[in-house]
């Protein structure tokens, strides 16, 4: 389990040219998540509703017909008081509140990656 003291972020950068926001955190620890990886993972109950109740899945939850890749930038982002961020879509989707927890829980690097989520090794 991840320190809830360590869920701090003490930068956060909206990155536009590699499309991602990179997360500085307290612990010293650096995430960046690409934009597409954070509107699939919307925690809001619009979009968690389509996506799977149980087990971890790569798979984007299906967002409805007509959403294309356009919707997938990231319009504006705001800190909902000291623990969150509110991520606005070009769509206009702007429901998804991300709590630095749960961006932390969901860092994609290789260090988390490999100790959060069980894979096989590719190493001998
Ligand atoms: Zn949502
Ligand atoms: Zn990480």
Redesign the pocket.
Known sequence: MIATQNCIPTDIAVDRSTERVVIQWKDGHLSAYPFEWLRSK???A??VRVQPQSGESDALPMMGSGIGKKSWKLRNMHMVGRYAVQIGWEDG?D??IYSFEFLRSICQCDGCSAGAVPTVSIDP
Do not use: F, N, R, V
């Open positions: 919307c925690p809001c619009k979009c989707h429901t998804g």
